[in-house]
């Protein structure tokens, strides 16, 4: 089974479990309008491919842990649109979940969906227990305090911030969150190794997040845009401008590369993080 | 260690870890005000209990499930209050998250309460790797969906609603989790068999809290009150009337103790249940 369907697979049987008769269909509802249809799944496929690299001698962890990472960036996205935040009407091009479902709704769909995520990691780890602890670990840090991606949305509400602290937390610490826990589901003998793959790509993200935000339109990427500039937010292309902002994405993507760590596929990993940061820049700046 | 001081230490010294420096100071101090000052702390002295009747050999791990349990029941608080649900603006007699530190914080921070919730297991877990999934198991069972306390308070969005679902998925739910992970970090061997003491207790529990509600006033019980009545949501007054749902709440302390499976320290755990549950009455109607 490739990485797309293994983490689709693994999302369906997740939401299938919010529709259990007995329980209130509008919350099953708005979790799956914010799983599905998919979006670029970039986290998930990250965490499989580290764990591909390590072996990945056991698949159902690494795809529930692959499956957690993308359960959480949906409830983060569910929450983050709400309207005490980036009050945005559209995601993934169609309503986001507020808008479609009402405010009650999307607060309970992200609290289900971060419960969900390590309901998914928990329900797979029969087949390796002792690695549940340090898979739920690396997917926790990733999220929550101090350094997760709850913190990195909290510094919006400090009146101080230092943009790099702000951009590791709000964007990167998931994605080390992919590629430690994929490490750690694949049972590599040192995760914490593969978070500087997932920093420095989770930089990268972010940049491009920003230049997309900065040239492209709605409909292109299917969410309002000129979003930073109009709320006055920290970004990349604010604090470096816009040639600024895709130079350092070049070398975000060559220290990505540079920090996978020693591990069976190697060179294979290499390729695809070159092939996949090289699609970040937007096709506008691309050709320009 | 008595098991109030296990409690709060250990709930002490996961609010910390939101403290740590270079993470965002306002969020921590919305984690803080709604896990301090304690509550009644009825869930995790619960939790303990069970944990304490099956012997206790892990006593860092059922004191982690625990306080995860606890950061679950302070998360749907602080997310229950906000204005897109029952918009109180008191809880355990002071401003509830969202009055002190604004809504975003207090959607953050319901969200970090949750992802901490997890965490302090899973740092607990390297005593008992192999009792980590069950325990996680069982927490999410009673958080998540289907039938958790987020799936009970989503009822509220549904246009129609069973009174017993409703209640044993949110209030019922968190107290189940509280038994069968008790037993879970104690190794008990059948952790499901203390299902039906925390539905029981969490049946229990709601009725009593529906009684306050209706005959209590803000002061005595540190949050606003009559809010059933005025929002027309279910409630076992509104459903058997005063004396009803006292009789109710008898019933349901007797069911509660004749649920308590056979273990170690059953005897010492039927006279605690007895004395909680007496205490669950309103005063008012207690001497009436």
């Known amino acids: 089974m490739d990485a797309a369907t293994r983490i689709e697979s693994t999302l369906a049987d997740a939401v299938l479990l919010a529709e259990a008769s007995g329980a209130p269909p509008r919350l099953a509802a708005a979790m799956r309008h914010a799983v599905f249809p998919k979006g670029a799944r970039i986290r998930p496929r990250l965490s499989i491919a580290v764990a591909m690299a390590c072996g990945d001698d056991r698949p159902r962890l690494s795809s529930a842990a692959a499956a957690s990472?993308?359960?959480?960036?949906?409830?983060?996205?569910?929450?983050?649109?709400?309207?005490?935040?980036?009050?945005?009407?559209?995601?993934?091009?169609?309503?986001?979940?507020?808008?479609?479902f009402g405010e009650p709704l999307a607060v309970l769909a992200g609290d289900a969906l971060i419960v969900l995520a390590f309901q998914t990691v928990a329900r797979?780890?029969?087949?390796?227990?002792?690695?549940?602890?340090?898979?739920?670990?690396?997917?926790?840090?990733?999220?929550?305090?101090?350094?997760?991606?709850?913190?990195?949305?909290?510094?919006?509400?400090?009146?101080?911030?230092?943009?790099?602290?702000?951009?590791?937390?709000?964007?990167?610490?998931?994605?080390?969150?992919?590629?430690?826990?994929?490490?750690?589901?694949?049972?590599?003998?040192?995760?914490?190794?593969?978070?500087?793959?997932?920093?420095?790509?989770?930089?990268?993200?972010?940049?491009?997040?920003?230049?997309?935000?900065?040239?492209?339109d709605e409909a292109t990427i299917g969410k309002p845009v000129g979003r930073d500039k109009a709320l006055g937010r920290p970004s990349a292309v604010a604090e470096f401008g816009l040639d600024g902002a895709v130079r350092r994405l070049a070398t975000l993507a060559e220290a990505a590369v540079a920090a996978i760590p020693a591990c069976p596929g190697q060179g294979r990993l290499r390729a695809l993080i070159l092939e996949e940061t090289r699609r970040l820049l937007p096709a506008k700046l691309a050709t320009a």
Chains 1, 2 share one sequence.
């Open 69 to 100: 990472i993308e359960l959480l960036h949906c409830a983060s996205l569910v929450h983050d649109d709400m309207p005490c935040f980036d009050d945005a009407d559209t995601r993934r091009g169609r309503a986001s979940v507020h808008r479609a």
């Open 124 to 216: 797979a780890a029969p087949c390796a227990p002792e690695r549940l602890g340090p898979v739920i670990g690396a997917i926790g840090d990733g999220v929550g305090v101090p350094f997760g991606i709850v913190a990195g949305q909290a510094w919006e509400c400090e009146p101080e911030v230092n943009l790099s602290d702000y951009q590791r937390q709000k964007t990167g610490a998931l994605f080390a969150a992919a590629t430690v826990a994929g490490a750690a589901a694949a049972g590599a003998p040192d995760p914490e190794a593969w978070r500087m793959l997932g920093d420095r790509l989770g930089e990268a993200y972010q940049v491009a997040d920003d230049l997309r935000d900065a040239v492209e």
